[in-house]
């Protein structure tokens, strides 16, 4: 079943035309959108969560937390759209008086992009999925979407689809403000199409690459939201490793193997003050006899992972330091270079295992960490698991330059859908590393500013007027002010 690029054609046609008649609703209308997303997946979980199951080879508990994730999600939006906060409204009273001469009245709004083609994910059926993290944040910004689906999970996924269309219709939508295509064909002429607006991806790096170039040569280049590839890297400090060196192998072996190494948070390397080799791969070992194993989620993952381990574990100076295996359940894989090798060789840094593998690096102690940091490209996350006391301002510095989120003491696996979540981070992570795609202020990939340099008040957007009929958050002459209050004229 795929969708042919006239079908496409006429997709996105509709998907402009209803773009056009939503795009200016007021928050309560598009909140009672998000809302019959949220119910209507709530009431069609059994159903949704079986086809997870018959396809993924994800358990049940896995998918419906995954599913209750996207229902919050939904629901989070609703109330920050309510509240305005995604509008960023801002108003500037004409002042005669301002420092650098006489001010005009001036107001600033953020408006939807269009239509945004949404490439769905492979590793998180509903996380980012038909509707997850991109789909969620365009539709909650007042674009309308075409959601390109992943073949991985195609029955789960049109019916996904199909649940979301028939909630929105039944919402009083305007037809053709969320729909689904499936197929390479689909998925370029997508990028192509004038109407694209935006495109939102999470996937492979070499996928995604090919994605952004071809979104960069249009004639009228589109923002590209791009989650690419990541490897995670985890610090222990020497006072660290002597503290509690048994608890932090413990929770790495958790987390590089939860839903089997294809978390794209999954801690992929670990510097650690090794010194007993035997000893760490005894206790990894241990730890990792407990971990329940499962196929991987398509034949094509596989085939990745298994070259990526090969690449990693033939390279000069990389060890086995617990044996995996190649059965259809592959049991985790922890291999094991020095400090010096990668210093040596800093391409040993750059090769993602996607799947239950990771490389654990031994470094001397009175090792510089911020120099091994310093050979790290861009990552969503980095962790340091140290001591209160120590001073690490300079690796901390370096890992900030390099990921989106820092991680103290804890483990990356798990993003939250926070206001303050920073799912990103420079190239190869992303493509936008000023931008997240979880948590609140993913919303704002999908819209961009636009000033109103002296409008007659009748003329303005219910948004930036002064009586605030919307009742939003805004920021006026300076000052924030909360939602449902009025702006004063000076």
């Known amino acids: 079943m795929q969708t042919t690029p006239e079908q496409v054609e006429n997709q996105i046609l509709a998907a402009h035309a209803a773009y056009e008649k939503a795009r200016d609703v007021e928050p309560a209308v598009r909140g009672s959108w998000l809302e019959a997303i949220a119910s209507a997946l709530e009431d069609d979980a059994d159903e949704l969560v079986g086809l997870g199951t018959q396809e993924t080879h994800l358990d049940e508990g896995r998918l419906r937390f995954e599913l209750k994730r996207s229902v919050f999600q939904l629901r989070l939006f609703r ?12 108003i500037d009273h004409a002042d005669a008086e301002w ?37 969620a944040s365009a539709l909650a910004a007042g674009c309308a979407v075409v959601h390109k689906i992943h073949e991985g999970h195609l029955q789960l996924a049109l019916r996904t689809a199909a649940v979301v269309e028939e909630a929105l219709a039944a919402a009083g939508t305007p037809k053709g403000l969320f729909s689904a295509v499936v197929g390479r064909q689909a998925a370029e002429a997508l990028v192509d199409h004038p109407l694209t607006k935006a495109i939102g991806f999470t996937g492979s790096t070499a996928g995604g690459r090919t994605l952004f170039n071809r979104a960069c040569r249009r004639p009228t280049p589109v923002p590209f939201y791009g989650e690419l590839g990541s490897i995670n890297p985890v610090f222990v400090t020497e006072q660290a490793w002597t503290a509690r060196r048994d608890a932090i192998l413990s929770g790495y072996a958790t987390s590089f193997t939860a839903g089997m190494g294809q978390f794209c948070t999954k801690p992929g390397l670990l510097f650690a003050p090794v010194e007993d080799s035997d000893i760490v791969a005894d206790l990894l070992q241990q730890e990792l006899e407990t971990k329940t194993a499962a196929p991987l989620l398509s034949p094509k993952l596989r085939e990745g992972f298994d070259t990526a381990l090969d690449r990693v574990r033939s390279a000069p100076g990389v060890d086995v330091l617990v044996q995996g295996d190649d059965s259809e359940a592959p049991r985790p894989t922890v291999l094991a270079t020095t ?20 490389l654990l690096i031994r470094y001397r102690r009175g090792t510089d960490l911020a120099e091994l940091a310093a050979l790290l490209e861009g990552q969503l996350t980095a962790t340091v698991h140290g001591e209160p006391e120590e001073e690490l301002d300079e690796l901390l510095t370096v890992l900030r330059e390099r990921s989106g989120r820092l991680v103290w003491n804890a483990w990356p696996t798990g993003v939250s859908v926070t206001y303050a979540q920073q799912h990103g981070g420079p190239y190869p992570a992303t493509t936008a590393a000023s931008t ?36 939003i958050a805004r920021r006026v002459d300076g000052i924030h002010e909360p939602a449902g209050q009025k702006a004063e004229t000076l």
């Open 79 to 90: 109330s920050e759209i309510l509240s305005g906060e995604h509008l960023g409204a801002v």
């Open 99 to 135: 420092g650098m001469g006489p001010r005009p009245d001036i107001r600033k709004i953020n408006v939807p992009l269009g239509v945004v083609g949404v490439f769905g994910a492979s590793n998180f059926p509903f996380a980012f999925s038909v509707m997850g993290g991109d789909t």
């Open 339 to 358: 400090a010096e090798e990668v210093l040596a060789n800093p391409e040993l840094l750059e090769q993602e295992m996607f799947g239950p593998a990771t």
């Open 436 to 471: 997240t795609s979880v948590g609140t202020a993913a919303i704002g990939r999908f819209m961009r500013p636009v000033a109103y340099d002296s409008f007659a008040p009748q003329q303005l957007p219910p948004a930036l007027q002064d009586e605030n009929p919307w009742n």
